[in-house]
């Protein structure tokens, strides 16, 4: 067969909504995050890595290195951007087939929520690892797509939720909530005279529990052995050396566990996410109380209600979504919760529009409502994509003032007396907020935004000294932070002014001094 007849007889596989699925995502992904693929724009931790191997197993993600690889280990916007939003419309259409979203205007905001979410603009902040992370987000939506579909399909699925988890282990509540989603539909997705039998919904629920399982273990296996042959151990880093045995004890998994419940709520309603103006928190409302009725429409058909142990184990999978939104929380309590590991939220969203854009005839619950859940959604859609361009906005402001502040600094250094090139400089990195206040307007809607928000790219004396080299063309030679403990404290350090103040660069017994900050007295 020719490659013109072999790639012809592909598509004509490829159903209707996976073309509409992956060309929304990828059109609208260009359309709203075009300002950070065609822009040279780190943050902090992006000047790090430039060039950066992705070895990170000593953070569990022992396949980042190979998922980052295909784009190379240079940081390359344009590229890294185009290959991620090809992984997140796979994804998107994986989704729509998981979900059985059939409907045209359903498929395109299911697509359209997906690549529009705050978190995904986060995530595109640390784009030097955006596609290894969305290749591992569609492996987590694949892990679920195979155990639906197919009778031993848990076992690619187990091999896809390891890979994935190899990668970034943030989209294990991923495919946790859609296996939820996917044993809510064996449940009460068939007609009350064609629903299988209990026997058969078992052993149907199983399988996502034995991809779980066998894809946990799995990662965990892979991570355990790589470790050893590379001579390493888990670090400290978000609590992931956890997974390394000795986690926690029976007490603080219910202190852990309530903590997830707490951080749920707090997050949905008070984290600046979901809803950051009155359109946005519309669009949740409306969205939100559509697919409550949906929801019943679909316990009235199927009759549900009949089977009060249907219902109660319907209403079990309910209570636990929170918990299994945070299950990293389970791991370690103590996570410092970056809003690209909150990626799962939108799910609820689409699971929405999944809902409400279902199959039941328009006599069953009305066109009305279909209507209600598509403006509801794509007032959500257009919400989220003016948040993610406000917080663009704010990213290149970071960079042009940090840009500006570090051409006047590297001037005053070079223009000390006593300087030299490769001279030790002694410096904390934070920029003073008293010489220089926070003119960041965007707060109200970046808050949470992490990696995009803020005044500068300037934390440690490390990010000035890669910040300086790789945009002003400069190498300082900056001392490690753990030298400036007893510098820091010292009476000449505490005694100067902080920069751009007459006295805050000074040489100091061979090494220069740069007071970035004031200390208190």
Known sequence: MAPAQAFGALYRKIRREWKTAFLTCFVLGLLIHMPILLSDIPNHDGLDSMYFDQNMITSGRWFLTVACGFSSYFTLPWLIGILGLCFLSCGAAALCELLEVRKTWAVMLVSGLLVSFPALASTFAYVYTLDGYMLALLLSVLSVLFTKKRKFGFVPGAFCLAFSMGIYQGYLSFAMILSVYALWMLFAGEEADERPSWRDRLSGALRYLYMGVLGAGLYFVILQALLRIQGKELDHYQGIDSLGGGGFGAGSIFSAIGGMYRDFFAFSFKGNVLF??????AGCCILAGCSVLCAFFVIRKRKCWKNPVLLAIMGLMLVLLPAVTNVILLISPAVNYHLLMRYQWILYAVGAVALIGGGSPETERGSWLEWLGLAAAGILVFSYSVADNIAYSNLQKRYEKTYAYCVRLLDRIEQTDGYYPGIPIAMIGVVSQDQFPMTD?????????????????LYTGRNYELFIRHYLGATLNILPAEVMTDIYES????????????????????VMYIKTENIQQ
């Open 276 to 281: 950051t103006n009155i359109f946005s928190l």
């Open 441 to 457: 307007i965007t707060g109200a809607v970046t808050s949470n935004m992490i990696g995009t928000n803020g005044d500068s790219l």
């Open 491 to 510: 009476e000449a350090y505490r005694a100067m002014d902080s920069f751009p103040g007459p006295d805050s660069v000074r040489v100091v017994d061979g």
